[in-house]
C-alpha cells in the first residue's frame, strides 16, 4: 500500500508542479479547455504515471482513472477560475487529485485503519495539543494583549491576520521542538524573531511598542512551552 501511495503521489507532485511550466497555467487559465497546454499537461502526467508504475497492466484501470480524473478536475477548475478565490481553488484541486489517488490506492490495496487507532488516548492529546497552541492561545492572546491594546498598532502597513497566523506557526514549531526534546532549537526560534522585530524596535523607540511585543512574544512562547510540558508529562503516564 505505502509503496503505490508514493508512486502515485510522486507522479502527481512531478507532473502537477515539477513540469508544468508558469507559462502553461497561465495560458489555461486564459483559454480554459481551448489551451493545448491542458492537453500536454495530461499528457505529461500519464507518461510520468505510466513510467513510475512501470508499466504494469495490472494498474491499467487505476491509470486511466486517475488521466482521465485529472484532466476533468482541471477542466472544473479552470471554469470556476472567475467564480470563486484561487487559493480555495488551488486547495480543491489538490484535494481532488489526492482523493482520487487514494480511491485508487484502495482499490487495490485497502486502506484498514481501525476507529480504535483513530481514538487512541495518544493521538487524541496530540490534535488537544495542537488546538490548545493554535487556537485556543491565540484566543487566550487576545483577550490579554487587548488590555494593552495601542492607538500606534495600526493594521494599515500589515497584512491581514498575519500576526495571528505568525503566532500560531512559531507555537507549533515551539511545541513539536519540545516534543522531540530539541530545546536549543528553540533558542534559534526566539533569536530569529527578535532579529526580525528588532528593526521595528528601533525605528519607534517608543518603550510602549516594546514593552507590547515582549508581551507578546514571551506570552506566545510561554503558552508554548506550558502545553509541550504537559503534554509530554501526560504521555509518559499514557506509555
Known sequence: MITLSLQLLLAHIIGDFLLQPASWVAHKTQRKHRSPYLYWHTLVHAVVLAVLLRFDH?????????????????????SLHQRFNERILFFAD???????????VNY????????????????????TGVLIVTVVSSIIMRVIITKWALEEDAYEDSLPH???????????????????????VIGFLLAAKSVFRFGDLSKSKDRKLTEYILIGTLLSFGLAIVTGLAYNHLISLIV
Open 162 to 184: 498575519a500576526g495571528q497566523y505568525i503566532g500560531m506557526l512559531e507555537r507549533l514549531f515551539v511545541f513539536g521542538f519540545i516534543i522531540l526534546q530539541q530545546w536549543e
Open 108 to 127: 487495490y490495496e485497502p486502506i484498514n485503519i481501525p476507529a480504535e487507532a483513530v481514538f487512541q488516548p495518544k493521538v487524541l492529546l496530540l490534535i
Open 58 to 78: 495490472q494498474y491499467l484501470l487505476g491509470f486511466l482513472t486517475i488521466v482521465c480524473s485529472h484532466l476533468a478536475i482541471d477542466l472544473i477548475k479552470l
Open 94 to 104: 489538490q484535494i481532488a487529485h489526492v482523493t482520487v489517488i487514494m480511491l485508487v
